[in-house]
């Protein structure tokens, strides 16, 4: 078998091998030549990308939807969150992967091949011999991107299991200028769950129910509880048109799980992007992206995910920590802290910047009964 001989070759195809390549192509980086293997053979409408974002930083195009409140409830009792200059913004994946797509189809030196999975590493004379389920790749170096099981440090940790239906509905409870967070906040059986309901156009919404919880949960059970949420939330004759499912381990990787050396680079989830205390992950990955890129530029190699600034790591830290110690009240925790805290300080602290002045008042707004024992 022919072997293809590649400078990086790229490990998944997904939101952060395509993040990479276009800002690759984007700063004009013709020195190298990149390949993403992808086992898939067609990219979907898999998943729906949200995240908070200071309105000056916004550059993307592909944004479908932005509110600019964020609103959350506990037995009927609603908090809402506004700033002028942090909006909830919107992607959908499918729109991302085609842009993707279509910038890395006129690039001369930054490729895709969808349709391979891999399926064997091995090393050769310090170079990479990469086996897929099509071809023998040799590859100077490794950007991995592909989900790994059991990388995350015991404690803490819970696992966010959703599933969501955007559906065509008849409702007049949800004003479209609101994304509904965490709505219905509850503990049942054992599990922490809320909904989470976007207006995205008129009848036309994206329910989800989302569980924080010790084990997985299936889309099975999910299923069942969504069906009853739509009916809770009086969504009348609806039609679903498009379902996704996801599991996002929410935790803190156990670095012992990399190999050590500057050839094999780890990006996305399996690189620490997500957010231990929110699940989040899409924003941090495009700052990863933009910088990895610039870095291989200036300095001939791409970085890993960056180190987590001290104070959000910290905070964290503690906030997972008591979440997985009181599952149980962890509806009374959350309404508690969104009900202290301002707006501007949860946006910032959300987004993974805040200031000192917002540290202390996340602290201060941490119901302190569950939070002394952790600090101390
Ligand atoms: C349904 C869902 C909704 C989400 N919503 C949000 C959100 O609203 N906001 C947010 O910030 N984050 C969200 N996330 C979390 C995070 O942003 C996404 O998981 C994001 O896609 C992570 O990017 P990634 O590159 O690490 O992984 P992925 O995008 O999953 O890419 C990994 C790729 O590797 C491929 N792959 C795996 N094994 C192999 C193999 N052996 N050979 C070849 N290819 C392989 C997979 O097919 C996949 O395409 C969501 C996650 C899910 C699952």
Same mark, same amino acid.
């Given at each position: 078998?022919?072997?293809?001989?590649?400078?990086?070759?790229?490990?998944?195809?997904?939101?952060?091998?395509?993040?990479?390549?276009?800002?690759?192509?984007?700063?004009?980086?013709?020195?190298?030549?990149?390949?993403?293997?992808?086992?898939?053979?067609?990219?979907?409408?898999?998943?729906?990308?949200?995240?908070?974002?200071?309105?000056?930083?916004?550059?993307?195009?592909?944004? %479908?939807?932005?509110?600019?409140?964020?609103?959350?409830?506990? #037995?009927?009792?609603?908090?809402?969150?506004?700033?002028?200059?942090?909006?909830?913004?919107?992607? /959908? %994946?499918?729109?991302?992967?085609?842009?993707?797509?279509?910038?890395?189809?006129?690039?001369?030196?930054?490729?895709?091949?969808?349709?391979?999975?891999?399926?064997?590493?091995?090393?050769?004379?310090?170079?990479?011999?990469?086996?897929?389920?099509?071809?023998?790749?040799?590859?100077?170096?490794?950007?991995?991107?592909?989900?790994?099981?059991?990388?995350?440090? #015991?404690?803490?940790?819970?696992?966010?299991?959703?599933?969501?239906?955007?559906?065509?509905?008849?409702?007049?409870?949800?004003?479209?200028?609101?994304?509904?967070?965490?709505?219905?906040?509850?503990?049942? #059986?054992?599990?922490?769950?809320?909904?989470?309901?976007?207006?995205?156009?008129?009848? /036309?919404?994206?329910?989800?129910?989302?569980?924080?919880?010790?084990?997985?949960?299936?889309?099975?059970?999910?299923?069942?509880?969504?069906?009853?949420?739509?009916?809770?939330?009086?969504?009348?004759?609806?039609?679903?048109?498009?379902?996704?499912?996801?599991?996002?381990?929410?935790?803190?990787?156990?670095?012992?799980?990399?190999?050590?050396?500057?050839?094999?680079?780890?990006?996305?989830?399996?690189?620490?992007?997500?957010?231990?205390?929110?699940?989040?992950?899409?924003?941090?990955?495009?700052?990863?992206?933009?910088?990895?890129?610039?870095?291989?530029?200036?300095?001939? #190699?791409?970085?890993?995910?960056?180190?987590?600034?001290?104070?959000?790591?910290?905070?964290? /830290?503690?906030?997972?920590?008591?979440?997985?110690?009181?599952?149980?009240?962890?509806?009374?925790?959350?309404?508690?802290?969104?009900?202290?805290?301002?707006?501007?300080?949860?946006?910032?602290?959300?987004?993974?910047?805040?200031?000192?002045?917002?540290?202390?008042?996340?602290?201060?707004?941490?119901?302190?009964?569950?939070?002394?024992?952790?600090?101390?």
């Amino acid at each position: 078998m022919k072997h293809h001989e590649i400078d990086y070759l790229i490990l998944g195809g997904g939101c952060s091998a395509l993040s990479f390549a276009t800002e690759l192509i984007k700063n004009n980086i013709y020195d190298h030549t990149f390949l993403i293997v992808e086992q898939r053979k067609k990219y979907e409408d898999d998943r729906s990308w949200c995240f908070w974002q200071n309105n000056n930083d916004i550059e993307s195009k592909l944004i %479908s939807k932005s509110w600019k409140t964020s609103s959350f409830s506990l #037995k009927g009792n609603q908090i809402t969150h506004n700033s002028n200059n942090y909006y909830y913004h919107y992607i /959908r %994946s499918i729109d991302f992967y085609l842009h993707a797509k279509s910038i890395i189809k006129k690039s001369v030196n930054v490729n895709l091949a969808l349709g391979e999975k891999v399926l064997k590493i091995s090393n050769l004379n310090n170079k990479y011999l990469v086996y897929t389920n099509k071809k023998i790749y040799i590859a100077n170096n490794i950007l991995d991107t592909r989900p790994k099981k059991n990388i995350y440090v #015991k404690s803490p940790f819970l696992f966010q299991s959703f599933l969501g239906y955007e559906i065509i509905a008849n409702n007049n409870r949800f004003d479209s200028t609101a994304a509904y967070i965490m709505e219905s906040m509850r503990y049942e #059986k054992n599990n922490f769950l809320f909904d989470y309901i976007l207006p995205i156009k008129k009848n /036309r919404f994206l329910v989800e129910v989302t569980f924080f919880s010790k084990s997985k949960i299936t889309s099975k059970k999910l299923d069942k509880i969504l069906l009853k949420s739509l009916i809770t939330n009086k969504f009348k004759n609806y039609k679903i048109i498009r379902k996704e499912y996801g599991v996002i381990p929410m935790g803190f990787i156990n670095k012992n799980t990399y190999f050590k050396n500057n050839k094999y680079f780890y990006a996305g989830s399996i690189g620490g992007a997500v957010r231990p205390s929110s699940g989040y992950a899409f924003l941090r990955i495009q700052e990863w992206a933009k910088k990895s890129a610039i870095n291989l530029k200036e300095n001939g #190699k791409p970085i890993s995910h960056p180190k987590e600034n001290i104070i959000v790591y910290f905070l964290d /830290r503690i906030f997972l920590g008591v979440l997985e110690k009181n599952l149980s009240s962890a509806p009374l925790i959350f309404f508690i802290f969104l009900k202290r805290i301002n707006s501007k300080s949860f946006f910032r602290f959300m987004i993974g910047v805040p200031t000192l002045l917002d540290y202390l008042k996340v602290v201060l707004s941490m119901p302190k009964k569950y939070f002394l024992n952790k600090i101390n």
